[in-house]
């Protein structure tokens, strides 16, 4: 069974970092591409970041150019989103999502078939 499912998210000042981590399970990272993904209370769900099955290919939201980054470890079969300098606009649920998609494919849409069940993050003084 496909599972993704995320960790790392808490309550942090702003300014702060955190981690997100997403692990995976009932399959393994070699040909799925990966999004991260938030939604905030009344709004709608936004895409975040993504990265190729490769991991060549990374592209990031206007919003968090500079300040986050995307990551995936074979290894561990897990993916991450580092997230520096959070504001109180990151505030939000994080979601995970994967793609079985090309080496260069990497999606800053909705059309990703697996998704985790967020983890949040507040971000607050």
């Known amino acids: 069974q496909l599972q993704l499912v995320e960790s790392g998210g808490g309550l942090v000042q702003p300014g702060e970092s955190l981690r997100l981590s997403c692990a995976v399970s009932?399959?393994?990272?070699?040909?799925?591409?990966f999004g991260w993904f938030r939604q905030a209370p009344g709004k709608e769900r936004q895409v975040v970041s993504c990265i190729s099955s490769s991991g060549d290919n990374t592209k990031y939201a206007d919003s968090v150019k500079g300040r986050f980054a995307i990551a995936r470890d074979h290894s561990k079969n897990r993916v991450y989103l580092q997230m520096n300098s959070l504001q109180s606009e990151d505030t939000a649920v994080y979601y995970c999502?994967?793609?079985?998609?090309?080496?260069?494919?990497?999606?800053?849409?909705?059309?990703?078939?697996?998704w985790g069940q967020g983890t949040q993050v507040t971000v607050s003084s």
């Open positions: 999502a994967a793609e079985i998609a090309g080496p260069d494919w990497c999606g800053m849409g909705d059309d990703y078939e697996y």
């Open positions: 009932g399959f393994t990272l070699d040909y799925y591409a």
